[in-house]
């Protein structure tokens, strides 16, 4: 079973709303990722949880709070969003380096600030 | 410079043809390699890992070479469903043992009738 579930698959949401975003995989994976895709771009890292814990921030702006409650799940809380904020949301994970290290993703949450 | 650059095409090619995609990238801690595919409004889906002696899946053929920091892809007896964007994709180690996943832009291929 190599499938990382994400809800809501779409999501429209105004800029004082709060929201979040989830994920989950049964792989046994100990890496989650979040990722960010604009229209014509290619996923953009936001943050890397390893072990459960978080390892890379990208400098990603607070408004985006990761939290991984335990292994499988990989949640991102939403808050005062901002109209570009507007994209793909991409969760994937893979088991940590060393080694060739593949990861799957979810289906994704597109996601609409208004 | 980007840390992985691809020819971002498009590649407009007849069914039957053979095509090849070419990535590199600029980090020599660079871990682990891969071919991705991403179809329009999907997620992307692992095409195939990509190994220094070279890897083959049916009518797919991955190269590394760790030297030139350069990755191939070579498609043959392209199918119409072939059409789609290829994302290569870099594993490099960030802090402690983690890795981040980098990708190129994707190399944009239409296969016609």
Redesign the interface.
Known sequence: DTEVTQTPKHLVMGMTNKKSLKCEQHMGHRAMYWYKQKAKKPPELMFVYSYEKLSINESVPSRFSPECPNSSLLNLHLHALQPEDSALYLCASSQPLPGQREAFFGQGTRLTVV | RKEVEQDPGPFNVPEGATVAFNCTYSNSAS??F?WYRQDC??????LM?V?SSGNEDGRFTAQLNRASQYISLLIRDSKLSDSATY?CVV?K??????????????TTLQVKP
């Open positions: 871990q682990s891969f409004r999907k997620e992307p889906k692992l890992s190994y994302l594993n180690r960030g802090s402690g043992n983690t890795g981040k996943l980098i990708f190129g832009q994707g």
